[in-house]
């Protein structure tokens, strides 16, 4: 990787942590300068904005975490409904990357940026989207190997679980305790076992 490549992931990845714990508007670019050890030429020659540098974030380093921790474990699952509340378990109890009283990044930059600029909209959307279908497909399957009774809207489901974990992750960086995400838990297990 060439140095400016180097310090561009440096940018991204140092601001990708203060926004996460502060917030993207309270989060200032003399901040990031100041935590990375960049020059400010150094920043605005990677990033003319911060919304620039915003949308860097969510593509290049939110997209692919994303993807491997939400979407890609759901492509090869037989068993939908029992792969969908491991990899929910996981994300809320065991990931030692989100934090309770941070909630989700993806969760935060709908809240924080969805309303005032559009880029970010249509990123996030196609998250959420990219979301939607994983389940959606993985449902699906497993209907058709009889592990989720026929009548069932596997999109319904999809929906469902999504506004499911991204409340339960606002609910907690309220609470800021994961006992909250144990009674979401224990719901979504009884959900999934009356669909069977």
């Known amino acids: 990787m060439k140095k400016s490549q180097e310090t561009r992931l440096h940018i991204l990845q140092t601001a990708f942590i203060l926004i996460y714990s502060k917030g993207y508007q309270t989060t200032s670019i003399d901040e990031i300068i100041a935590k990375t050890k960049v ?8 990033f003319k ?16 975490n994303f993807s491997a921790n939400f979407i890609e474990p759901l492509k090869s699952s037989e068993n939908a409904l029992e792969k969908i509340y491991d990899l929910v378990y996981h994300i809320l109890m065991e990931d030692s990357f989100m934090t309770v009283e941070s909630g989700c990044p993806a969760s935060n930059f709908t809240q924080e940026m ?3 600029n559009i880029e970010f909209t249509k990123t996030l959307n196609e998250l959420s989207k990219q979301w939607e279908q994983a389940i959606t497909e993985a449902v699906e399957r497993s209907k058709k190997n009889g592990l989720v009774k026929p ?18 992750r606002n609910l907690g960086k309220l609470e800021n305790s994961k006992e909250v995400y144990l009674v979401f838990l224990n719901g979504l297990k009884s959900y999934f076992n009356s669909l069977k």
């Open 49 to 64: 904005t911060k919304d620039e540098m915003g949308l860097a974030i969510l593509n290049e380093l939110l997209r692919p």
């Open 151 to 168: 009548e069932v809207d596997p999109r319904e489901i999809a929906v469902f679980v999504m506004s499911g974990y991204w409340g339960v």
């Open 39 to 46: 020059t400010k030429g150094a920043f605005y020659y990677h």
């Open 114 to 116: 969805a309303p005032w």
